[in-house]
């Protein structure tokens, strides 16, 4: 069919084809590296001295090399800190939280986005041998905004696992099951590494589980006194008279209108979950333990949603509400100026550490 039309037809037609090319890509120079130049001309150059298939068969090898360079120097590495900044959303006790932020720092966190392969896993290798592993306790890989993985990235991840291995030391992941079924396949099987890495379908539950080994290990109480800013057994007395003490049996809920008068929340006993209600369903927000300070800020939510404060087990909560606030300004000022300050301290704190995690995350 070819041979029907006339060559000179066919080499217009390739030269027309070709200069077209080149003025788009002329065109087009300010966007080229100077190594997209320099192999431009490189097959250019071979394609004159030996052959088309020749330049192009190296063109397009040199090209691949080319792609991997620069996939492996994309940032693997999105957001990364340690406890201290990056925490659960479990409401715990004021003074849990301190602790927290003391002893956080010797867990690090990292967190993985885009196509891993043997180039990119590279620079996660690069990063932790530069950290010292003697004073810290931990790392979290947040690999749950990975878009996907290799065999080669899996075996690097695996080699990295057994080089940095030690009883004291944990690895923490968070990511989806077929990411961490490929990477607990590479693991070795000797046994030393059964309870090394764990992993976890959210971040969130993992930073939970650690938070709660680094109080355990310090030989804390998961639980504390909400009323610890108080000093005697006489200023608590006081204190209670001014709230409405709400008792629930395990499942039952209490509801907190979030366009309500002020009102503060401690968790005298037990444990609760803060939920939100509203137009997409039932959502768990959060977990609060005995000992703990809830803010009306907890309970700002959309118009259309409604949150609610449901007993995991029997639970006891103190509800200060804005009435028993004025009265104890008025009649007790002494204990108003402590739960002011006690307020103004924890909440402050918060503030600060929101502040530093908005940041963290833009």
């Not at 300010?30 to 063109?59: C, R």
């Not at 990056?86 to 993985?112: A, C, M, N, Q, T």
């Amino acid at each position: 069919m070819v041979k029907l039309i006339p060559s000179c037809v066919i080499g217009g037609f390739l030269l027309y084809q070709g200069i077209e090319i080149i003025q788009k890509s002329f065109s087009n120079r300010k966007n080229l590296t100077k190594i997209d130049l320099f192999l431009a001309l490189l097959i250019l150059l071979l394609v004159a001295l030996h052959s088309f298939v020749y330049g192009f068969i190296v063109g397009l090898l040199l090209s691949f090399l080319y792609s991997l360079y620069s996939l492996s120097r994309i940032p693997l590495i999105d957001k990364s800190g340690d406890l201290v900044d990056f925490r659960s959303s479990v409401i715990r006790p004021y003074e849990h939280d301190l602790i927290l932020r003391k002893l956080g720092e010797r867990v690090k966190y990292f967190r993985l986005e885009g196509y891993l392969f043997y180039g990119t896993v590279t620079q996660l290798d690069s990063i932790l041998s530069s950290l010292d592993f003697d004073t810290i306790d931990g790392v979290v890989i947040d690999a749950m905004k990975e878009s996907g993985f290799d065999t080669s990235a899996k075996i690097s991840l695996g080699r990295i696992l057994a080089r940095h291995h030690k009883k004291s030391f944990k690895w923490y992941f968070a990511a989806n099951t077929k990411f961490s079924d490929a990477l607990k396949n590479v693991l070795p099987n000797d046994g030393a590494h059964e309870n090394t890495p764990l992993f976890y379908d959210n971040l969130n539950l993992a930073l939970e589980v650690i938070e709660g080994q680094i109080l355990l290990s310090n030989n804390i109480s998961m639980t504390s006194d909400c009323l610890q800013f108080l000093s005697n057994e006489k200023q608590k007395r006081k204190f209670l008279n001014y709230c409405k003490k709400i008792t629930l049996n395990k499942g039952e809920s209490f509801t907190c209108k979030p366009t309500g008068p002020q009102e503060y929340y401690f968790m005298y006993d037990g444990e609760c979950t803060i939920e939100a209600i509203g137009s997409a369903g039932r959502i768990v927000l959060s977990r609060v333990f005995t000992g703990a300070f809830v803010g009306e800020a907890s309970y700002y939510l959309n118009d259309d949603s409604r949150v609610t404060m449901v007993a995991q087990i029997d639970s006891v909560i103190l509800d200060l509400p804005l009435e028993g606030i004025v009265s104890m300004s008025e009649a007790d000022p002494d204990l108003y100026s402590l739960l002011n300050k006690y307020l103004i301290q924890v909440l402050s704190d918060y503030l600060l550490h929101a502040k530093k995690f908005i940041n963290l995350q833009s």
